[in-house]
């Protein structure tokens, strides 16, 4: 049975491949250059590194917001450049990107809807829509603030909104940045398991920046290191293999 199941999982397409991308603003400059990298559904993939490295150059990257410099870069099956489909790619940026003055549920429902706009959930009564982001502000520990605009919140309570905002989605891969700063270790745990629920049973991917090394090696199954040592630094696999959820 486990020949089986790892025969299965070995045909599994990646969600995210990446073979000899240069990333960065510049094609003189590159920031990080990734000779190879494949994330698997129901994967989770931790990157770390110092500050201004590029860390989140690279999120942005991978969700199509800049293209590679050089490379091939390929995401649920698209070549870059890519439009990937409405609500496919979630993405909970590390300047939230929230509307402050607007409801916990009127931001929210923005990624229920474009999660709900996706063919199959297309299919479905719109008030799915209401019920996945009532559900994932639920799991976010924030139904006491549904009506409370964005700009009353602290700093976690608005990270956790976003993360929400994402979750209403259903996507297939999410990005989270830095996603659980600002959050007490309590809460911190509960946004992690309700994320890591979601990627483990969804067969969804999470690809996360994480400064704090030993937080990033024991959320993930895989820690990428981007090291600044060099002019164009090389991704490498650390050691976090050994720590599983
Ligand atoms: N829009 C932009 N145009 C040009 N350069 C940029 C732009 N955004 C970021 N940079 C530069 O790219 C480099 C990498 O930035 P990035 O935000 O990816 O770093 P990071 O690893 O996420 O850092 P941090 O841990 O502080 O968030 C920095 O030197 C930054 O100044
Ligand atoms: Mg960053």
Redesign the pocket.
């Known amino acids: 049975m486990a020949d089986v199941l790892e025969e299965v999982e070995s045909h599994k397409s990646p969600i995210i491949r990446l073979i000899d991308v240069e990333i ?3 094609a003189a400059e590159p ?1 990080v250059k990734i000779p190879n990298l494949e994330v698997y559904p129901g994967e989770i993939v931790a990157i770390a ?10 999120l ?1 990257t991978i969700a199509g917001l800049i293209r590679p410099i050089s490379g091939k870069l390929e995401v649920c099956g698209q070549v870059s450049p890519f439009k990937p489909g409405k609500g496919v790619l979630g993405y909970v940026p ?1 300047r939230l990107g929230l509307i402050r003055h607007t409801s916990v549920m009127h931001n929210v429902m923005i990624g229920a809807n474009a999660g709900h706009n996706k063919s199959f959930w297309s299919l479905l009564p719109s008030s799915l829509a209401k019920k996945h982001a009532l559900e994932s502000i639920d799991s976010m520990g924030l139904s006491d603030k549904l009506n409370e605009p964005i700009r009353r919140l602290s700093g976690g309570q608005q990270r956790r909104v976003a993360t929400a905002r994402t979750l209403a989605q259903k996507p297939s891969l999410i990005m989270a ?2 996603f659980l700063s600002e959050l007490d270790e309590e809460t911190m745990n509960m946004v992690l398991k309700e994320v890591t629920d979601y990627v483990r049973k969804s067969g969804a991917a999470l690809l996360v ?1 994480e ?1 704090d090394i030993s937080r990033a090696k024991s959320m993930a199954d895989r820690l990428l290191v ?1 090291d600044d040592g060099r002019v164009n630094p090389f991704i490498t696999e650390a050691t976090a293999m050994e720590v599983k959820i």
């Open positions: 960065g603003y510049k920031l590194g110092p500050s201004g490295v590029g860390k989140t150059t690279l942005r590390q940045d830095e920046v400064h981007i």
